[in-house]
């Protein structure tokens, strides 16, 4: 069919040159002017007295490193002063006609960090290895998600359809964890899920040329629908004997484990965590180091070039697509086969969207949109863990935290990105 | 309307769609050469699938089907009342009861459906609008909380006669949801952002704030209460019923029709749509020829924005009137992402998409209320319609039809 409803994946319609322009370039430096006032402005209108405690230590360390203590005003002054002279650095690189680095932002981004727990938590103890310990296991289906996303589309398939993997992957685990009695039993179980809306993406939008942004939505809705009917005909009679799958315990890795703050945060987690950190590496270098990942980014760029050289356009896609369903499904399981073993409907909660945002924030790279999803893991824990410590500022206004950085961010920082050439369009030989 | 440029020559559509709704001899056309065939096979399609998982559920089909070697009669029956129980629910929840007596009980069905649609059409105009010229709006629910929010902070705020009270709440919602989808513009207009990505957050964002504002004394949680809910809507801000106290269909079913109108004629008889169209079809030409991209993303997504914000004032001052909440929104927002797609993007379209999705919603609760039927079956069914209408040459092939004469 031919809709108007245009996949709204951008070319790149700005066609920027390659040199940067002052205007994109300004964007850096304004952006972290206006961050350093911002945190000037706590202490200016709302000091805090008190001082501020970072626990670093977890009970099982080689050694416990002491907790630090800092007074909370000085603290946030000295980081003003940090992040003033950081502002200024990128400015100075930008009136040279260079651009602000990502390490310098990525600095500027922890010391500011720092500075808002000091303010926050003042006359309080800030978890850190809770803090990002917990942010990893947040941040999992929305890896998965994102690496999931990330292979489509450097296909040239767009996956809206994360959402629906992650929450037919969460069923799928829960009833299969439970009717195999083992939590391996549901994560494959999941993967098969994941791929089983793969393929149905695939087969509309490669082999019937339906618009990927319709199917991809429609698939969301059609697995909420199926999932929420099944959950109320079938699982809610039975929930001992479908949805109450055995679960993976942490498995803390020897000596890795025990380094202390990195240990417990990387290294003391479930057996999902380690399968993320490897589909990371894994993705990331087959796409960009294998003879298969330049297939698949030729495919995605300039599918008639492929085609010409001999690679099997679509079935390179579906391939790509299905292996990008198992991983996208493997990240569905975490909602049932780790913290609550329990399938509830719709408990994905939209986070297949956030991980699309993530490939796109992450400019269709693995790594990037890997650190882009972690990124929103932290920032969700951190609302979550400045509400038990009761934060100054509204609930409300912290939970809204992660969105607003990302629209900032995306506005300010990333701009313009561009799709892979051929990203939604269906290609037909001849 | 700008004079710089030519009156819009009636655009002709790409070959495979070739035409435009409202034209009568297209329309004929469509049915003959079978477009509109392929609706029909598509709901059937979608219907079949349905009945099949009632049917996989059913507790009474499942017990005769282990029996249906001994007496398979057991087996057909339990499916053909399984079947018709479900589907006759559905039809009395829709259009027509026959289980109630009095003309007036037996119709207020249909104008539950009515009411239903309403909200899905204007919300449907809303992402339709946009997908015409290129953008993809998700926001559609931070937009609706925002409006609603809005046209309640008028409602409960302000003490007016209803004349004035009434058109200043719409008009404050409709602001309100146009604000809130014009960052999405904007932003994409100043600095590229994808307006996938900002409207996702933007729906997260308005959520919280709605949620604080609800939460605060002062600003729109009712006073005394600890609940995050407004007061209820005062009488001079209720959308008027249209057919009298026993019905619950109000005014807001004129206003998603006369959006209908206004969207159409946008779209098809002044510049500024030829702008969004152009925009959609190839930004890069577009500019080429002088359009100024930016600013039309900008305008798209405030108009977008309004009519999204439109749904979210038919739910708060005509629907649900019992004040402001966080979930005011009830789906509609992403409802309204299909309602667009099976409308095709076009208003005739989306008025009848919604009106088929109301009839659904009206249904399904009825299905749900009499047979215990999961109120989810209708998403399946919807977003079945949706994928089949999407592949026609599937359809064809499924029922065995000739190749599409135009093709």
Redesign the interface.
């Known amino acids: 069919m031919s809709t108007t409803a245009k996949v709204p994946v951008p070319i790149d319609e700005s066609a920027e040159p390659a040199a940067v322009p002052l205007r994109t370039a300004l964007k850096a430096p304004i952006l972290l002017g206006v961050v350093t006032m911002l945190v000037a402005l706590l202490i200016a209108f709302k000091a805090r007295a008190g001082k501020t405690t970072f626990r670093l230590a977890a009970d099982t360390d080689f050694f416990d490193l002491p907790a630090v203590t800092v007074p909370s005003t000085a603290t946030v002054a000295t980081v003003v002063v940090l992040l003033a002279l950081g502002t200024a650095a990128s400015a100075l690189l930008v009136s040279r006609g260079r651009r602000t680095p990502l390490w310098l932002i990525a600095i500027f981004a922890v010391v500011a960090m720092v500075g808002f727990l000091a303010w926050a938590a003042a006359g309080r103890t800030v978890p850190v290895v809770g803090l990002l310990g917990g942010s990893i296991a947040l941040a999992v289906p929305l890896v998965f998600g994102a690496l999931g996303g990330v292979l489509g589309e450097r296909a040239g398939v767009v996956n809206i359809a994360i959402d629906g993997q992650l929450l037919f992957g969460a069923f799928a685990a829960a009833i299969f964890g439970t009717v195999v009695g083992s939590p391996w039993g549901g994560l494959v179980a999941a993967m098969l899920a994941g791929a089983l809306v793969a393929l149905v993406l695939g087969f509309f939008a490669i082999t019937y040329f339906v618009d990927q942004v319709i199917v991809g939505v429609v698939l969301n809705v059609l697995v909420i629908g199926l999932t929420s009917f099944l959950f109320g005909q079938v699982l809610a009679e039975n929930p001992q004997e479908l949805n109450a799958p055995d679960h993976f315990e942490r498995i803390p890795i020897p000596v890795l484990g025990e380094i202390p703050v990195i240990g417990p945060v990387l290294f003391r987690q479930t057996i999902l965590v380690y399968l993320m950190y490897a589909a990371v590496v894994i993705v990331a270098w087959a796409l960009y180091r294998t003879k298969w990942g330049l297939r698949v980014r030729a495919v995605g760029e300039h599918p008639k070039a492929a085609d010409t050289v001999g690679i099997k356009v679509n079935r390179t896609r579906y391939t790509t697509l299905l292996i990008a369903g198992l991983i996208a499904g493997a990240g569905g399981a975490t909602y049932t086969l780790v913290s609550v073993p329990q399938f509830g409907e719709e408990m994905t909660d939209g986070a297949g969207y956030i991980a699309l945002a993530a490939v796109i924030f992450g400019r269709w790279d693995p790594v990037r949109a890997t650190l882009a999803a972690l990124l929103f893991g932290f920032a969700t824990n951190l609302s979550g863990v400045l509400s038990v410590l009761g934060s100054p500022v509204p609930s409300q206004f912290m939970l809204m935290l992660p969105y607003v950085v990302t629209i900032i961010a995306v506005a300010g920082l990333v701009g313009a990105s561009r799709a892979p050439a051929a990203d939604g369009v269906p290609y037909r030989k001849g | 309307m700008s004079t710089n440029e030519t009156e819009p020559a009636p655009v002709e ?5 070739p035409q435009e709704p409202g034209r009568f001899d297209g329309v004929l056309r469509e049915i003959v050469m079978g477009n509109a065939m392929v609706a029909v096979l598509s709901v059937l399609l979608a219907v079949v699938v349905g009945s099949l ?1 009632i049917l996989l ?1 059913d507790e009474n089909v499942r017990d005769t089907a282990g029996y249906i070697g001994a007496r398979p009669s057991d087996f057909f029956s339990a499916v053909s009342t399984a079947i018709t129980d479900a589907y006759s629910a559905l039809f009395r929840g829709a259009i027509y009861n026959t289980n109630v007596e009095g003309f007036e009980g037996r119709i207020k069905p249909l104008t539950e459906t009515l009411k239903f649609s309403a909200p899905l059409i204007l919300a449907g105009l809303g992402v ?1 609008l946009a ?2 010229a ?3 709006n ?1 926001g559609g629910r931070g937009q609706m909380l925002l409006a609603g929010a809005a046209a309640g902070w008028v409602g409960v705020g302000m003490d007016l006669p209803l004349v004035v009270h009434l058109p200043l709440a719409v008009v404050a919602g409709a602001l309100a949801g146009a604000l809130w989808a014009g960052i999405a513009g904007f ?1 994409k207009a ?9 409207t ?3 729906n ?2 308005g959520y ?2 709605v ?2 504002a609800l ?2 004394q002062g600003l729109l949680q009712a006073p005394g209460s600890l609940n995050p809910k407004s007061e209820p809507m005062p009488e001079s801000v209720i959308l008027p019923r249209l057919l009298g106290d026993r019905f619950n269909l109000h005014l807001g079913f004129v206003i998603a029709l006369v959006a209908v109108g206004v969207v159409w004629w946008l779209l098809n008889r002044s510049a500024m749509g030829f702008r969004f ?1 152009a925009v ?2 190839n ?2 030409a577009a500019r080429a020829s002088g359009i100024d ?1 930016g600013r039309t993303y900008i305008t798209v997504m405030l108009i977008a924005g309004g009519l999204v914000g439109l749904a979210g004032v038919n739910q708060i001052l005509g629907t649900a009137t019992s004040g402001v909440t966080v979930d005011m929104d009830a789906g509609i927002g ?1 409802d309204a ?2 309602v ?2 099976l409308g ?3 208003p005739l379209g989306i008025l009848a998409a919604g009106l088929l999705f109301g009839a659904l919603k009206a249904g399904g609760f009825s299905m749900a209320a009499a047979e215990g ?2 109120v ?9 319609i ?2 089949f ?6 359809v064809r092939a499924i029922f065995r039809l000739p190749k599409e004469a135009t093709a």
């Open positions: 559509e790409p070959a495979k769609d998982m559920t339709g997908f015409r290129g953008l993809f998700i932003l100043q600095s590229g952002a994808h307006e996938v990505i900002v996702i957050m933007l997260y964002v919280y704030l949620f604080y939460s605060k169209r959609g079809e930004p890069d991209v992403f992402i299909t667009a797609l095709r993007s076009r039927i999961p989810e079956i209708v998403l399946v069914i919807q977003s079945l949706v994928l209408i999407a592949a026609p040459p599937l």
